[in-house]
């Protein structure tokens, strides 16, 4: 059974399209995160949600909003793709508590490229 | 503004020896430290971790080591396998009493073990 799943595993699109990313864990976790993967490797915090709140918003730009319809889903829209959006995006959870919260399970990503 | 420095891109090791990875950190704030494996087209996977109140955790054939004066940190695989090649992340994190944080990695050092 996989833990955190996502769809779509490709991603291709033109400049200026409107797209989501799904994401689900089966986990039970309370907590659920999404990450790019840029360029140069670097993965970066973008969101997280903690019981269908919004926790951190590390500087991204408004045209991406996540959504969580329950606990076990967190779903990325992106507006108005734009070039620089070319990514892996990852989405991943944790269960709610102290240090546990570090130990996040990954899912595969989802690579973004914007044409 | 890099706060988790991995500064070895890659390392070949033979198989049988010992494998390690190293790590610097500039954010003192950090309190929670984490290794996560990565094959490719796959996500992270959690490996193993260790608080600041640690020096040392050991997980079968995995060590991390925790210097916090230096704030540098180590991953020790040993004896290393072919199954251990793969992108090893650091990453940290300020805890500061369990909320929902997300996680600041390191670009990676790739793993290769030679037979």
């Known amino acids: 059974d996989t833990a955190v799943s996502q769809t779509p595993k490709y991603l291709v699109t033109q400049m200026g399209n409107d797209k989501s990313i799904k994401c689900e864990q089966n986990?039970?976790?309370?907590?659920m995160y999404w990450y790019k993967q840029d360029s140069k490797k670097f993965l970066k915090i973008m969101f997280s949600y903690n019981n269908k709140e919004l926790i951190i918003n590390e500087t991204v730009p408004n045209r991406f909003s996540p959504k969580s319809p329950d606990k076990a889903h967190l779903n990325l829209h992106i507006n108005s793709l734009e070039l620089g959006d070319s990514a892996v995006y990852f989405c991943?959870?944790?269960?709610?508590?102290?240090?546990?919260?570090?130990?996040?399970?990954f899912g595969p990503g989802t690579r973004l490229t914007v044409l | 503004d890099q706060q988790v420095k991995q500064n070895s891109p890659s390392l070949s090791v033979q198989e049988g020896r010992i494998s390690i990875l190293n790590c610097d950190y500039t954010n003192s704030m950090f309190d929670y430290f984490l290794w996560y494996k990565k094959y490719p087209a796959e996500g992270p996977t959690f490996l193993i971790s260790?608080?600041?109140?640690?020096d040392k955790n050991e997980d079968g054939r995995f060590t991390v080591f925790l210097n916090k004066s230096a704030k540098h940190l180590s991953l020790h695989i040993v004896p290393s396998q072919p199954g251990d090649s793969a992108v090893y992340f650091c990453a940290a994190s300020e805890n500061s009493g369990g909320g929902a944080d997300g996680l600041t990695f390191g670009k990676g050092t790739h793993l290769i073990i030679q037979p």
């Open positions: 991943a959870s944790s269960q709610g508590g102290g240090w546990k919260n570090n130990e996040q399970f």
């Open positions: 986990l039970g976790h309370d907590t």
């Open positions: 260790i608080s600041s109140i640690k």
